[in-house]
């Protein structure tokens, strides 16, 4: 059956059989918790608050995905460092490399509970945009995040809304709002001094920039399924100019999103 013919009530959608190429989403987030409910999530990080969550489980990736912007694969020769920070500062068992996930093919999207993009504007065709809405509806989680290189993103603002347009194109019913400084997602495995910490061009503070919090794409179901950032998280972990203790704190930042996404 074709994904376009797949149209769920909301309120069953949790229940509705998947279709047969998005049926092993559920096994990592299953798994996960599973061991949530049976204690065996802990923190490695001495750094992280007193109980903590972090995942443990089967080695899964960390997945970029594939679009038509040129400058997707921007900062990859340091995902490395992201996926070799997560390993050692929670027990997420993370592989090294990094990884590619295709809208066009759903078998790659369900291997990862988490995939990474600079962002959904290029994503014109049906194709595309409704596998990574049928990936949304069945649990998976976004992170897009801008690149706060002029030259790629020259406007915050175009790059939001866009984005913004997208999810709601793709996720029918979806709401997306800023998430206030209290909220969980800076506090739940590290607490951060900067919420969120940003990245600036050439490391000129931008008021442009600094004014955006993370956004949360929530479903009509009330599940936090994306975060829309324009932090430069990518430009932070690979190290860009900043103050000291920026790229580790952009990594933290990554780190809170994974945790808050897959137990939440």
Same mark, same amino acid.
């Given at each position: 059956?074709?994904?376009?013919?797949? +149209?769920?009530? #909301?309120?069953?959608?949790?229940?509705?059989?998947?279709?047969? &190429?998005?049926?092993?989403?559920?096994?990592?987030?299953?798994?996960? $918790? /599973?061991?949530?409910?049976?204690?065996?999530?802990?923190?490695?990080?001495?750094?992280?608050?007193?109980?903590?969550?972090?995942?443990?489980?089967?080695?899964?990736?960390?997945? +970029?995905?594939?679009?038509?912007?040129?400058?997707?694969?921007?900062?990859?020769?340091?995902?490395?460092?992201?996926?070799?920070?997560?390993?050692? +500062?929670?027990? /997420?068992?993370?592989?090294?490399?990094?990884?590619?996930?295709?809208?066009? +093919? #759903?078998?790659?999207?369900?291997?990862?509970?988490?995939?990474?993009?600079?962002?959904?504007?290029?994503?014109?065709?049906?194709?595309?945009?409704?596998?990574?809405?049928?990936? $949304?509806?069945?649990?998976?989680?976004?992170?897009?995040?801008? &690149?706060?290189?002029?030259?790629?993103?020259?406007?915050?603002?175009?790059?939001?809304?866009?984005?913004?347009?997208?999810?709601?194109?793709?996720?029918?019913?979806?709401?997306?709002?800023?998430?206030?400084?209290?909220?969980?997602?800076?506090? &739940?495995?590290?607490?951060?001094?900067?919420?969120?910490?940003?990245?600036?061009?050439?490391?000129?503070?931008? #008021?442009?920039?600094?004014?955006?919090?993370?956004?949360?794409?929530?479903?009509?179901?009330?599940?936090?399924?994306?975060?829309?950032?324009?932090?430069?998280?990518?430009?932070?972990?690979?190290?860009?100019?900043?103050?000291?203790?920026?790229?580790?704190? &952009?990594?933290?930042?990554?780190?809170?999103?994974?945790?808050?996404?897959?137990?939440?």
């Amino acid at each position: 059956m074709p994904l376009h013919a797949i +149209r769920p009530h #909301p309120l069953r959608r949790r229940l509705a059989p998947a279709p047969p &190429c998005f049926k092993r989403l559920r096994l990592p987030l299953a798994l996960f $918790l /599973l061991l949530l409910t049976t204690g065996l999530l802990r923190a490695e990080s001495a750094s992280a608050p007193a109980g903590s969550l972090s995942p443990r489980g089967g080695r899964v990736g960390w997945a +970029r995905l594939v679009s038509d912007d040129p400058e997707w694969r921007r900062h990859t020769r340091s995902d490395h460092e992201l996926s070799g920070y997560i390993k050692t +500062r929670t027990s /997420l068992n993370l592989d090294p490399a990094w990884h590619t996930a295709d809208p066009a +093919r #759903p078998d790659e999207l369900t291997r990862y509970p988490l995939i990474f993009s600079t962002g959904l504007s290029t994503f014109q065709d049906e194709t595309r945009r409704k596998n990574l809405g049928e990936y $949304l509806n069945r649990g998976g989680f976004l992170i897009v995040d801008a &690149c706060i290189n002029k030259d790629v993103t020259p406007n915050p603002d175009v790059f939001l809304t866009g984005n913004t347009a997208v999810f709601q194109a793709i996720l029918p019913g979806s709401n997306v709002k800023p998430l206030p400084p209290d909220h969980a997602i800076y506090a &739940c495995f590290f607490t951060l001094p900067e919420k969120p910490p940003h990245t600036y061009h050439n490391a000129i503070f931008d #008021p442009r920039w600094s004014r955006h919090p993370l956004y949360g794409v929530f479903a009509d179901s009330g599940r936090l399924a994306a975060v829309i950032s324009l932090s430069g998280l990518q430009c932070g972990w690979d190290r860009m100019p900043g103050p000291s203790g920026h790229t580790e704190q &952009c990594m933290q930042m990554v780190v809170n999103i994974y945790v808050h996404a897959m137990t939440r």
